[in-house]
């Protein structure tokens, strides 16, 4: 299972760090990713982390969003700095067990959190 914690409603500019705890397995065998979706929008990829620490972001986000995890913890991250009005979404994350030829497609994960609500104000 995975649960989210660390949105909120925050003013442009800001920074957050959100949380995905995980329980019922070990985060160090799992490919993990973060989604974000918008109201009347598509689910869409922001950033994934794979079981042997290689990250990737979409473009639109690369540079203000940084995964990581800690094995320790069973806690996967998404620092979001700079944020803007366009980052108002709730966020999701995600795990599969295993290597994918695409890790920014969300039907390549089969455990989701129930997400965590982000609000950036103008």
């Known amino acids: 299972q995975l649960a989210e914690s660390g949105g909120g409603l925050v003013q442009a500019g800001d920074s957050l760090r959100l949380s995905c705890a995980a329980s019922?397995?070990?985060?160090?065998?799992?490919?993990m990713a973060w989604f974000r979706q918008a109201p009347g929008k598509e689910r869409e990829f922001v950033a994934t982390?794979?079981?042997?620490?290689?990250?990737s972001y979409p473009n639109s986000v690369k540079g203000r969003f940084t995964i990581s995890k800690d094995n320790a913890r069973n806690t996967l991250y998404l620092q979001i700095n700079n944020l803007i009005p366009h980052d108002t979404a709730i966020y999701y994350c995600?795990?599969?067990?295993?290597?994918?030829?695409?890790?920014?497609?969300?039907?390549?994960?089969?455990?989701w959190g129930q997400g965590t609500q982000v609000t950036v104000s103008s």
């Open positions: 982390i794979r079981r042997d620490g290689t990250t």
């Open positions: 019922g397995g070990t985060l160090s065998v799992y490919a």
């Open positions: 995600a795990a599969r067990w295993g290597d994918t030829a695409n890790y920014g497609d969300a039907g390549n994960y089969g455990t």
